[in-house]
T-cell receptor, first 111, second 111 residues
C-alpha cells in the first residue's frame, strides 16, 4: 500500500527565514506533485516532478525529487506572509492518475 | 488552459436528500476524472475514478450506491450523494489530467 508522509505537519516561521518540508513515500512512483491550499479553497498546483533529481523553482519555493530515497522536498527561501497556506505533496499511484496525498503541512509565516 | 469548472461551490441540504455535484472540463476532453473528499483539517482522500462511457471505479471503503458517479460525456462528470447524512458533510473536489488540474471544490453541509 502506498503511503505518503509529510513532515512537519505544522510550521510556524518568521518572515525572512528558510525552511524545508519533507515528503516521504513508500513505493516507487515516477510522478510527484506539490500543491498549495488556502483555507476554504481547492488545490493550486505548484510543481510536478517527473524524474530522479528533478528540481523546479518558482519564486521563493523550490521542489526536488530523489526517487531512490523516495523523498521530495519543498524548500522555502526568505519566507513572506503570503506563503502562509497548507502544502500537500501527492504521489501518483502507478502512474494511473490516482493521487495519494500526504497529510499536509500548514505553514504560518509571521511578520 | 486546462480549466475544470465545478458546481455548486457550496450546498446545504437536509438529511435524507440527494445532492448532485458537477465537474466540467472547459477547454479539453477528459476521458478520466477523479473525485476526492476532504474532511475539515484533513488531507484529501481519493473516492473514485470516473471513466467516460463506463462504470466508475471506487476505492476501498467508498459506498458506490451512496456516491453515484456518471461520466456521460467527454467534458462532464457528476457525483451524486444519495440519502445524504451529516457524516457526508465534507469538501468534494474533482480532478482531471492526472493531477494537473483540480476543480474549485464543493462544500457540502448536511443538516
Amino acid at each position: 500500500e502506498l503511503k505518503v508522509e509529510q513532515n512537519p505537519l505544522f510550521l510556524s516561521m518568521q518572515e525572512g527565514k528558510n525552511y524545508t518540508i519533507y515528503c516521504n513515500y513508500s513505493t516507487t512512483s515516477d510522478r510527484l506533485y506539490w500543491y498549495r491550499q488556502d483555507p476554504g479553497k481547492s488545490l493550486e498546483s505548484l510543481f510536478v516532478l517527473l524524474s530522479n533529481g528533478a528540481v523546479k523553482q518558482e519564486g521563493r519555493l523550490m521542489a526536488s525529487l530523489d526517487t531512490k530515497a523516495r523523498l521530495s522536498t519543498l524548500h522555502i527561501t526568505a519566507a513572506v506572509h503570503d506563503l502562509s497556506a497548507t502544502y500537500f505533496c501527492a504521489v501518483d499511484m502507478g502512474n494511473t492518475g490516482k493521487l495519494i496525498f500526504g497529510q499536509g503541512t500548514t505553514l504560518q509565516v509571521k511578520p | 488552459g486546462a480549466v475544470v469548472s465545478q458546481h455548486p461551490s457550496w450546498v446545504i441540504c437536509k438529511s435524507g436528500t440527494s445532492v448532485k455535484i458537477e465537474c466540467r472540463s472547459l477547454d479539453f476532453q477528459a476521458t478520466t476524472m477523479f473525485w476526492y473528499r476532504q474532511f475539515p483539517k484533513q488531507s484529501l482522500m481519493l473516492m473514485a475514478t470516473s471513466n467516460e462511457g463506463s462504470k466508475a471505479t471506487y476505492e476501498q471503503g467508498v459506498e458506490k450506491d451512496k456516491f453515484l458517479i456518471n461520466h456521460a460525456s467527454l467534458t462532464l462528470s457528476t457525483l451524486t450523494v444519495t440519502s445524504a447524512h451529516p457524516e457526508d458533510s465534507s469538501f468534494y473536489i474533482c480532478s482531471a489530467l492526472y493531477g494537473y488540474t483540480f476543480g474549485s471544490g464543493t462544500r457540502l453541509t448536511v443538516v
